[in-house]
């Protein structure tokens, strides 16, 4: 059975750090390219970060850039968001994702998302 975990999530305050884990199980962790999205009530799930299957190659939108640091642990299974100088803006549910494209088909995978609130 795939799943993907999520936890660390929680309050923080402004300018605070949280570290995001994501625990992988049920299908090859190696073959698949992993992301974090975000999502508040009532706008679309939106794309955080990404990182390659050999976790050379890392991507991040403009607004968590220099702030963010995506990584994984293929021993462990498990991918990793960590988040420092947390700002207002960035409170949202975290969700994990993990893709593997094949042939003329593709295999995705969602997490069940983590509460992340940024306040005072």
């Known amino acids: 059975q795939v799943q993907l975990v999520e936890s660390g999530g929680g309050l923080v305050q402004p300018g605070g750090s949280l570290r995001l884990s994501c625990a992988a199980s049920g299908f090859r962790f190696n073959w698949y390219f992993m992301r974090w999205y975000r999502q508040n009530p009532g706008k679309e799930r939106e794309l955080v970060a990404h990182?390659?299957?050999?976790?050379?190659?890392?991507n991040y939108v403009e607004p968590v850039k220099g702030r963010f640091t995506i990584s994984r642990d293929s021993a462990k299974n498990t991918l990793y968001l960590q988040m420092n100088n947390l700002k207002p803006e960035d409170t949202a549910v975290y969700y994990c994702y993990a893709e593997q494209t094949y042939g003329f088909g593709r295999a995705v995978y969602w997490g069940q998302g983590t509460q992340v609130t940024v306040s005072s």
């Open positions: 990182i390659s299957r050999d976790g050379v190659t890392t």
